[in-house]
């Protein structure tokens, strides 16, 4: 509970202005019909029934065309899909940000923030696990607002510590217990959470300076909270993880009410506990299927897929009930998002010859 103290105090030193976020149907439209190139359910079917050639021309053909040919003549197989994706995720989000007014790009570079930290989070591993800098490097998907060569500069730093120190993202002095941690246990899973715990604390109070247009977005960020606080606690529960050091990872919504269930759902005994007291929350329904599945496997995957699959469904919801407002922004970047893990997974998965029931369960489609 000190660190997340800390984070409270931490918010209360920003002070943002109200934001007038207008009304540019243009920006609107343009998402919209960005939105429409997204793959589809049948999409995804026939990729997965394709070889790892067939799958690399079917995306030639597609709107990953420019970078797979950009990327073609120093890279090949998975390693050029992969990076090819990322950097066509990070075009995809300038372009919002080119064709947005200063308030919407605004918003826009907030929450992208979070493929700065996931980038950030990638060297840190890397340079913990001794990876090879060029491998690192070509996982990296720049599509935050950190650039490509500022983050090498970051790979270049010969400590954990320096990157931190030099991270632009979160202050220092928030992330000193963290690197006392890995310090002395040898673990990277402090430094992780210090940046998650900022980034949603930093996002929730941004949210609260949009007018009323913001409304959804506020309540999506809230949701998007609890279903990785349900994720983090059945991982740990899993992982049989100490209750008290339990609760330092679970993230503030800011809904004292809901966030106080969750501590208190942290405090179960083990996952089976925590699992029949999930069957009691508003998330019932959609975690039904992932959790007879856990129960039967003892993985998480399914139950993961289910919850990501109920946030894209919201951001669906979005289009069709609001299509030309921020929210309509919102539900692209996150059905973006979405769109290239699950591609990554594919790729990935058929690269190691996994079956193609295996690949489908995780896929949120």
């Known amino acids: 509970m000190k660190q997340l103290m800390k984070y409270r105090k931490e918010k209360t030193k920003v002070r943002i202005k109200k934001i007038k976020l207008g009304f540019y149907p243009y920006t609107y439209v343009r998402t919209v019909v960005m939105r429409t190139l997204l793959f589809k359910r049948d999409d995804y079917h026939k990729m997965l029934k394709m070889g790892f050639n067939e799958i690399a021309r ?85 599509a935050g607002t950190l650039s490509y060569d500022f983050l090498i500069s970051l790979l270049k730093k010969e400590s954990i510590e320096e990157i931190l120190k030099s ?56 949701k998007e909270v609890e279903v990785l606080n349900m994720l983090t606690l059945l991982r740990l529960k899993k992982a049989k993880f100490d209750k008290q050091l339990t609760k ?47 129960k039967k496997s003892n993985s998480l995957i399914a139950l993961e897929t289910e919850l990501y699959k ?23 970047m996150f059905a973006k998002d979405i769109e290239v893990r699950n591609l990554k997974i594919i790729v990935k998965g058929k690269q190691l010859g996994l079956s193609e029931e295996f690949i489908e369960r995780q896929l949120v489609i």
């Open 58 to 142: 079917f995306l030639q053909d597609s709107h990953y065309k420019k970078e797979i040919n950009e990327l073609a003549g120093g890279l090949s197989g998975a390693d050029l899909i992969e990076l090819a994706l990322s950097r066509n995720l990070a075009e995809s989000f300038n372009k919002l940000v080119r064709i947005s007014s200063p308030q919407i790009a605004l918003l826009i570079k907030e929450y992208i923030k979070r493929k700065d930290i996931d980038d950030i989070k990638t060297i840190i591993r890397g340079k913990f696990t001794n990876t090879d800098e060029k491998l690192i490097a070509n996982t990296l998907t720049s």
């Open 167 to 222: 991270n632009e993202i979160v202050d220092f002095d928030l992330l000193k217990d963290a690197l006392k941690d890995l310090n002395e246990k040898k673990n990277l899973v402090n430094i992780e959470n210090a940046f998650d715990k900022y980034y949603y604390a930093h996002l929730m109070q941004f949210s609260q300076a949009l007018p009323r247009q913001g409304k959804l977005f506020r309540e999506f960020l809230h």
């Open 248 to 294: 330092d990872f679970i993230i503030a919504s800011g809904n004292k009410l809901k966030d106080s269930r969750l501590m208190k759902l942290a405090e179960v005994d083990n996952l089976e506990e925590l699992s029949k007291a999930l069957e009691n929350t508003d998330y019932k329904d959609i975690l039904s299927k992932g959790l007879e599945e856990f």
């Open 310 to 332: 109920y946030l894209l469904q919201q951001t669906t919801l979005f289009m069709h009930q609001h299509p030309l407002t921020i929210d309509t922004i919102l539900g692209y």
